[in-house]
């Protein structure tokens, strides 16, 4: 809606019931009235979505950051209905072709592009499995590795789902046949991808904007997604992803960042990408890249890239506005020359949680959320600030966004410790209420450290 505002357009929104009461509710009537707000049963239901899009006159149609940014059936559907509409997302051929990620690993490997050792197709036999985790390994005990472990993987899967860890050969074929009913349940194939586990990794990813051409591709830096709960969804980010300037690494910090670049932005050509999308890494001690997959739609920590970036010398970058602007058919009008980067940004993601039971998400009423403002800080929130609410168990369990912009490292890792020593989130609930507060400021002391 704010990237829809500054654009000039006009805009309609979804809600469901249990999302009556969240701030975008609030925005969209404070902006657009009650003409610009669409009650729906559910986020899921494309026919609802589309109905709203024929009621209102939309011309387009914006998936967000989930739900069904990355459903490539959504995404044709969209363009190919009686009434088409423009998709605000790659074009759904391209979303099908990235979005299965042993795909991805086939042009990856055919480009030259570093993969994790495993298959690069799906894998429906059970023995062919069991000889392919068995080779891996036995490669892992032939590196003299300590802590062997296999990933069992939904090939059609995302966002840390559908993925287990095999550590004893002998429990593997029962992982195999519970990812295997997972991934036919949830995504209606029952592909696996068997790799290799990769321990003591930095995530780092690479945000790319493509034109809707397919031949225009730029990168707007790197992120640094390490901080992760023990279900692999991220809690902090930063952008970029390391700072060699400040801290000392094993590697050539520099060269690595530039290479998952470059492997990147041959991928998006490759491909004819055109509009955002994240290229996410894994990079080892070592300093050996690995490429895990490629995210076909616009993330939750664009905000932190757009925080570090700057367009032919104008900061104020803003990711999504580019990604609806360049959906519209507008030319990009500046190339990789014209973006640079000033310091370093973190974005922390505020949850009630309780981070020592494996982040098991707070269920509960908030009753005081308040910050100090800063002109170094940005809060995205869907909480109000001036009534009590009640948490949906529906949904993610995301309550704000922080984005901390710093000269440095250093200055931005101050910065997010006086912001979250600042912060108060109070609530009650059943057995209390916790967040992750206490966890994100204990792990700001480490950032990008490997």
């Given at each position: 809606?704010?990237?829809?505002?500054?654009?000039?357009?006009?805009?309609?929104?979804?809600?469901t019931?249990?999302?009556?009461?969240?701030g975008?509710?609030a925005?969209?009537?404070?902006?657009?009235?009650?003409?610009?707000?669409?009650?729906?049963?559910?986020?899921?239901?494309?026919?609802?979505?589309?109905?709203?899009?024929?009621?209102s006159g939309?011309?387009?149609?914006?998936?967000?950051?989930g739900?069904?940014?990355?459903?490539?059936?959504?995404?044709?559907?969209?363009?190919?209905?009686?009434?088409?509409?423009?998709?605000?997302g790659?074009?759904?051929?391209?979303?099908?072709?990235?979005?299965?990620?042993?795909?991805?690993?086939?042009?990856?490997?055919g480009?030259?592009?570093?993969?994790?050792?495993?298959?690069?197709?799906?894998?429906?036999?059970?023995?062919?499995?069991?000889?392919?985790?068995?080779?891996?390994?036995?490669?892992?005990?032939?590196?003299?590795?300590?802590?062997?472990?296999?990933?069992?993987?939904?090939?059609?899967?995302?966002?840390?789902?559908?993925?287990?860890?095999?550590?004893?050969?002998?429990?593997?074929?029962?992982?195999?046949?519970?990812?295997?009913?997972?991934?036919?349940?949830?995504?209606?194939?029952?592909?696996?991808?068997?790799?290799?586990?990769?321990?003591?990794?930095?995530?780092?990813?690479?945000?790319?904007?493509?034109?809707?051409?397919?031949?225009?591709?730029?990168?707007?830096?790197?992120?640094?997604?390490?901080?992760?709960?023990?279900?692999?969804?991220?809690?902090?980010?930063?952008?970029?992803?390391?700072?060699?300037?400040?801290?000392g690494?094993?590697?050539?910090?520099?060269?690595?960042?530039?290479?998952?670049?470059?492997h990147?932005?041959?991928?998006?050509t490759?491909?004819?990408?055109?509009?955002?999308g994240?290229?996410?890494?894994?990079?080892?001690?070592?300093?050996?890249?690995?490429?895990?997959?490629?995210?076909?739609?616009?993330?939750?920590?664009?905000?932190?890239?757009?925080?570090?970036?700057?367009?032919?010398?104008?900061?104020?970058?803003?990711?999504?506005?580019?990604?609806?602007?360049l959906?519209?058919?507008?030319?990009?009008?500046?190339?990789?020359?014209?973006?640079?980067?000033?310091?370093?940004?973190?974005?922390?993601?505020?949850?009630?949680?309780?981070?020592?039971?494996?982040?098991?998400?707070?269920?509960?009423?908030?009753?005081?959320?308040?910050?100090?403002?800063?002109?170094?800080?940005?809060?995205?929130?869907?909480i109000?600030?001036?009534?009590?609410?009640?948490?949906?168990?529906?949904?993610?369990?995301?309550?704000?966004l922080?984005?901390?912009?710093?000269?440095?490292?250093?200055?931005?890792?101050?910065?997010g410790?006086?912001?979250?020593?600042?912060?108060?989130?109070?609530?009650?609930g059943?057995?209390?209420?916790a967040?992750?507060?206490?966890?994100?400021?204990?792990?700001?002391?480490?950032?990008?450290?490997?």
């Amino acid at each position: 809606m704010r990237a829809c505002r500054k654009l000039g357009h006009d805009f309609v929104a979804l809600y469901t019931e249990p999302d009556k009461d969240s701030g975008h509710v609030a925005l969209a009537r404070e902006w657009g009235g009650d003409k610009s707000l669409y009650r729906i049963h559910s986020y899921l239901d494309a026919n609802e979505v589309l109905s709203v899009a024929d009621e209102s006159g939309a011309t387009a149609v914006h998936p967000g950051y989930g739900f069904f940014a990355e459903d490539f059936r959504f995404a044709r559907r969209v363009v190919r209905r009686d009434r088409p509409l423009l998709f605000i997302g790659p074009s759904w051929w391209v979303i099908r072709d990235l979005g299965d990620k042993i795909n991805t690993k086939r042009i990856a490997r055919g480009l030259g592009v570093p993969t994790i050792p495993g298959s690069d197709r799906p894998i429906y036999s059970e023995l062919e499995a069991e000889e392919i985790a068995e080779t891996l390994f036995a490669f892992q005990a032939e590196q003299g590795m300590k802590e062997s472990c296999v990933l069992v993987k939904a090939s059609a899967g995302g966002g840390g789902m559908g993925i287990e860890e095999v550590e004893d050969p002998d429990e593997f074929r029962s992982v195999y046949r519970r990812i295997r009913n997972y991934a036919k349940r949830n995504f209606n194939d029952e592909g696996v991808l068997i790799e290799q586990r990769i321990f003591d990794f930095n995530h780092l990813e690479v945000q790319v904007l493509s034109g809707r051409d397919g031949n225009s591709h730029v990168h707007f830096g790197t992120r640094n997604c390490s901080v992760q709960s023990t279900g692999k969804q991220k809690r902090i980010e930063v952008a970029p992803g390391f700072v060699p300037d400040e801290l000392g690494y094993a590697f050539d910090a520099a060269e690595v960042l530039q290479s998952i670049i470059n492997h990147s932005l041959k991928m998006a050509t490759e491909v004819g990408y055109d509009s955002v999308g994240t290229w996410e890494w894994i990079v080892t001690p070592r300093g050996e890249p690995f490429l895990m997959e490629v995210n076909t739609r616009i993330q939750v920590e664009n905000g932190v890239s757009a925080a570090v970036s700057c367009i032919k010398g104008e900061g104020g970058t803003d990711l999504i506005a580019e990604q609806i602007r360049l959906a519209l058919g507008q030319p990009m009008g500046y190339g990789q020359e014209d973006i640079t980067f000033e310091g370093v940004g973190i974005e922390y993601r505020i949850i009630a949680e309780k981070t020592a039971e494996r982040f098991a998400p707070c269920s509960g009423t908030i009753t005081r959320f308040e910050w100090q403002p800063q002109p170094w800080l940005t809060m995205h929130t869907q909480i109000p600030v001036d009534r009590e609410y009640e948490i949906p168990m529906e949904y993610d369990p995301n309550l704000a966004l922080a984005i901390i912009r710093g000269a440095d490292l250093a200055e931005a890792k101050r910065r997010g410790v006086e912001f979250l020593d600042n912060l108060v989130l109070e609530g009650r609930g059943v057995g209390g209420f916790a967040t992750n507060i206490d966890y994100l400021r204990e792990r700001t002391a480490t950032l990008l450290e490997f």
